[in-house]
């Protein structure tokens, strides 16, 4: 078995479930269980919310480590169900060593949905939000405008090279702007802080918070706490970015 190919498959599977919003348990157990088709006498795994470690070994033969920083961050919930089928089938010898790697990296790349897709997304998503929480009427019309602010922001920001904070920081921020700009337009015509909240919503790191707590329950502390400060920064970041637009406002 090429065992430097069986690394680089299973710590790449690894990777794309952590850089998809993936727990670090399920991570940890999806690189294990690849990396010990090979019957290796020793296996080691080690997952965090910001990088991991893999080792395996036989008493003839030298070991191989493998390390990864994760710097992607997202929630593709479909991404990490199409790795788990990848590796279970290749633990099971349905595919082999080859074609698992292949898919994986094209797995990896892929484009799931079209760039119209994602637009009408964020605006029915800021739209359903903002009737969850009592909008009616005109102000589903100007959620959904800014569910294109949302889209407008995320779209650019992928050529920038900016820190995801920064990233939420503008996109909370843009949002905010639309909805004070139309509530200027149509005074008395909407509710503001509705339709502020509708968008908000799109940027509220929810998984984070409930990985956080399941690789707490896990034993997982550390990937626990990182994703615990994500969630906490990343909140900060959408505070930041609605003040400003308010205060600008007030100032305006």
């Known amino acids: 078995m090429d065992y430097r190919l069986l690394m680089d498959t299973s710590i790449l599977a690894g990777e794309i479930i952590m850089e998809n919003g993936g727990e670090a348990y399920r991570a940890e157990e999806t690189v294990n269980r690849m990396l010990n088709t090979s019957n ?7 997952v965090m919310g910001t ?3 893999a080792t395996v070994s036989n008493p003839y033969r030298d070991a191989i480590t493998a390390t990864r920083r994760i710097r992607r961050r997202g929630t593709n919930l479909q991404r990490i169900a199409e790795v788990n089928v990848v590796s279970r089938e290749m633990c099971e010898g349905r595919l082999s060593l080859e ?3 292949h898919q994986l990296e094209e797995l990896r790349e892929k484009k799931q949905y079209s ?18 929480f009592g909008g009616r009427g005109l102000d589903l019309l100007f959620a959904m405008l800014c ?3 949302v889209y407008a922001v995320q779209y650019f920001n992928r050529y920038t090279g900016l820190s995801g904070i920064i990233k939420v920081a503008l996109a909370s921020f843009a949002v905010s702007v639309v909805a004070v700009l139309l509530y200027r337009l149509f005074p008395g015509r909407m509710n503001l802080d509705t339709v502020i909240i509708g968008g908000l919503m799109l940027l509220v790191p929810g998984l984070a918070i409930t990985n956080s707590a399941r690789d ?8 626990g706490t990182a994703r615990v400060m994500e969630a906490v920064v990343t909140s900060l970041a959408i505070a930041l970015g609605t003040g400003l ?3 600008l406002r007030s100032l305006i």
Do not use: C, N, P, Q
């Not at 290796?40 to 080690?46: D, L, N, R």
């Not at 760039?115 to 969850?132: D, K, N, P, Q």
């Open 40 to 46: 290796a006498k020793h296996v080691e795994v080690v």
């Open 51 to 53: 990088s991991m470690v």
């Open 99 to 101: 074609e698992a790697f």
């Open 115 to 132: 760039e119209w897709v994602r637009l009408i997304a964020s605006m029915i998503g800021v739209m359903g939000f903002t009737y969850t």
């Open 147 to 149: 569910g294109v602010a």
């Open 216 to 223: 707490l329950l896990a034993g997982d502390y550390v990937s």
């Open 245 to 247: 637009a308010l205060i």
